[in-house]
Every structure is written in structure tokens, then in C-alpha cells.
């Protein structure tokens, strides 16, 4: 392990998901939860965005009070599908604003239950190209102003993308398609990319190392969902195409009460986050569905991020909790 300038311990990466909230009620529930995740000291919270623009306002909104009120790093996510090349320029506009310097950037998914929709005719069909956009926004602003150049090389505009450990079913690809879509996301200036929900590390180390014969360099943070609760893993299952393994569900099922379903689904994620990051995984990005108890267990149990908590292994002292133990730990 090494260190860097601030003494801090070189440790992989750790990053929640979260979404905006659908209704003003559930804002301070979302709050309690965001700051017990700060207790973990992620690297950032990525702010997911409807795909056809529809929570531009609560997304925004969540992500600029995440800027002022936390030390928390948001990554705004935002989506291009059915919208015109002006209407993204003026949300990119927006969040540059409020001081929005990351963004997760996608196409989204056309509405498949709306008839007669159309690709926007002055849209844009791909991530790659969203990505470019971003770039061309930010060098424009930076041509237009010299303080907005200093800014910009004080805090970098940073792009992240999604990748598919199996290809990405719900768009009907394969993961050969995918890799030449991630290709071309970083020929057009991402920086790095977090994949898409997966159940067995081989297919996050198979996608990493297939992608780097085709030249992609960048690093690919494995998206995990702690898998505590079956009727979740089925709604996502049904959302993105990405089957969940029977013997989990059955393990999950086989349990009638909750706390037992919880320990062992935690203990399967622990089990996958161990091996994909043995494998090179340069940290974890949790989709915690806006809730932190399951999120927590999981980083607890693979003993990562500031949440590791001193006392959390036997022997160890307080400094070297920031640490990654995941070779030594079971599952
Ligand atoms: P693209 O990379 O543009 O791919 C779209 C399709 O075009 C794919 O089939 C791809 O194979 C093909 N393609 C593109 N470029 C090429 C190329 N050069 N060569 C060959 N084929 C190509 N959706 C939301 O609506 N909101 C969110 O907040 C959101 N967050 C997400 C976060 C993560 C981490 C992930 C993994 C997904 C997220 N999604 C979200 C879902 C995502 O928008 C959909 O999965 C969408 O179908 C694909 O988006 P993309 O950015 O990968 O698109």
C-alpha cells in the first residue's frame, strides 16, 4: 500500500448511487440516509437523472445541496435519449452553474411503452456523443473566460460513463457492442466508467480484461448492489435485463426472517466485492437504492472506506482501517 501527499492510505474507491426524490416528503428521509453513507468518506454519490429529462429539476436540486451543505464529490448523471443537442447544451449550462463539476453521462432508454416515439431529430443517438458535447461545452466556456479557465484547471471537468459486464441486455447488445460503444465514450473524453448491476465477478473481470485488448484504458468501477432483499433484485432484473442467479434468490427466500436473509446477502456481496477487487477492481460503486443499513453491512464486511470502523478487525490499529483486508477475508 502506499501513500500520497496527505498521508492518506491508498485504498480502492468507494461511491454510493443514489436517486432524487420523488416526492418532497421523502427529501429528509434521503437526507438521514446521505449522512450516514458520509460516514463511509466516499469518493463521491452519483445523482441518477430520469432518461427522458424528467427529474432535471430534482436531480439538479439534490446534487447542488449535496455541493453546499455536505463535503460530499456529486456526479450528476444525465441522459441525451429524445432530447435536442440545444435542450442538453441548457441543462449542462444549468449544472455548470450550480457548480456541478462530474457527470455521468448515457443515453438513456427510449420509452418503450410510448407509442409513436421518435428519436428527436436534432438528438443524439449515443453516450460517445454526449460525451463530446460536455467537453465542447466546458473548452467553450473556458474560450468565452479567463476566470472560468482558472476555475476549470482548479477543479477539472470530470465524465464517467457506463460499461456492461454481459453486454446490456435492455438495449438489446452484446458485450462486443458494448466494449466498441465504451471505446468510443473514451475517444470522446471519458475518464472512467462504472458498470452495470452483475451477479458473478467473472463477467466484471472478463469485461475488463476484453476491454483492455480493444485499448480501453480507463479505469471500470464494478457496480454492486448489496443483495439483501429478493424483491429488489427482481424489479432490477426486470429494468435492466440482467438476470439474477436462481441459488441466490433461493438462498435469499430460503430464510423467513429478515435479519438471517440480510446476513446472508451480505455476506454473497462481500464474497463478489472480494473477488472483483482481487481481480484488479479499482474500488466499488454501491447502489444503495436510498437506503444505507445494506450499503454500510457490505463495505463493513469487506472492510473498505472510512466506514470501517477501528475494532472492526481484531488486532488492527486505528490508522490502517482505510486499508482493503479483502484477501484475507471469507465470505
Ligand atoms: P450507449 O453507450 O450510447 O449505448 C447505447 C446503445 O448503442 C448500446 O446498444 C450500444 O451497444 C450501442 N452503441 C453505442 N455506441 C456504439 C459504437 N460505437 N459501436 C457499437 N455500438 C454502439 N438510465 C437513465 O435513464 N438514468 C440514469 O441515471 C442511468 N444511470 C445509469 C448508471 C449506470 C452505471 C448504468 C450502467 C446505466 C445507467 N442507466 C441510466 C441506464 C442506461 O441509460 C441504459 O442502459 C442505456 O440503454 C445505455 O446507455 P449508455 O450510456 O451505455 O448508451
Not at 128 to 157: F, H, K, M, N, Y
Not at 285 to 310: C, I, K, Q
Request: hydrophobic share 40%.
Amino acid at each position: 500500500m502506499t501513500r500520497d501527499g496527505l498521508g492518506e492510505v491508498d485504498r480502492p474507491t468507494v461511491s454510493f448511487e443514489l436517486y432524487p426524490p420523488r416526492n418532497p416528503d421523502a427529501a429528509p428521509k434521503l437526507w438521514a440516509t446521505i449522512q450516514a453513507l458520509g460516514e463511509a468518506r466516499p469518493d463521491f454519490v452519483s445523482v441518477t437523472y430520469g432518461a427522458s429529462g424528467k427529474t432535471r429539476d430534482t436531480t439538479r436540486g439534490l446534487v447542488r445541496r449535496l455541493l453546499r451543505e455536505t463535503s460530499l464529490n456529486p456526479i450528476a448523471h444525465l441522459t441525451c435519449v429524445g432530447a435536442s443537442r440545444a435542450e442538453i447544451t441548457a441543462v449542462v449550462e444549468e449544472f455548470l452553474d450550480v457548480g456541478v463539476r462530474s457527470f455521468l453521462a448515457l443515453r438513456g432508454d427510449p420509452p418503450v411503452h410510448e407509442v409513436g416515439w421518435r428519436p428527436h431529430p436534432e438528438g443524439m443517438g449515443t453516450a460517445a456523443e454526449l460525451v463530446g458535447l460536455l467537453r465542447e461545452i466546458e473548452a467553450r466556456r473556458c474560450a468565452d473566460s479567463p476566470a472560468q479557465q482558472v476555475r476549470a484547471t482548479v477543479r477539472p471537468l470530470s465524465v464517467a460513463v457506463a460499461a456492461f459486464p454481459r453486454g446490456n441486455a435492455g438495449a438489446g447488445s452484446t458485450r462486443e457492442q458494448d466494449i466498441a460503444a465504451l471505446l468510443a465514450k473514451q475517444a470522446a473524453g471519458a475518464d472512467f466508467a462504472i458498470t452495470q448491476v452483475f451477479y458473478d465477478a467473472a463477467s466484471y473481470l472478463e469485461l475488463v480484461a476484453l476491454a483492455r485488448d480493444a485499448g480501453v484504458t480507463i479505469p471500470i468501477i464494478p457496480g454492486i448492489i448489496p443483495a439483501t432483499d429478493p424483491a429488489r433484485l427482481l424489479r432490477v432484473e426486470a429494468l435492466t435485463g440482467v438476470p439474477v442467479p436462481r441459488d441466490l434468490l433461493a438462498l435469499l427466500t430460503s430464510f423467513d426472517d429478515e435479519p438471517s436473509r440480510h446476513r446472508a446477502g451480505i455476506r454473497a456481496s462481500v464474497e463478489l466485492v472480494n473477488r472483483v477487487l482481487d481481480g484488479g477492481a479499482p474500488g466499488v460503486h454501491v447502489y444503495t437504492f436510498n437506503t444505507h443499513h445494506a450499503a454500510l453491512d457490505l463495505l463493513e464486511g469487506a472492510h473498505l472506506g472510512g466506514g470501517a470502523r477501528p475494532g472492526s478487525r481484531p488486532g488492527q490499529p486505528a490508522a490502517d482501517h482505510g486499508i482493503v483486508h479483502h484477501q484475507s477475508q471469507g465470505a
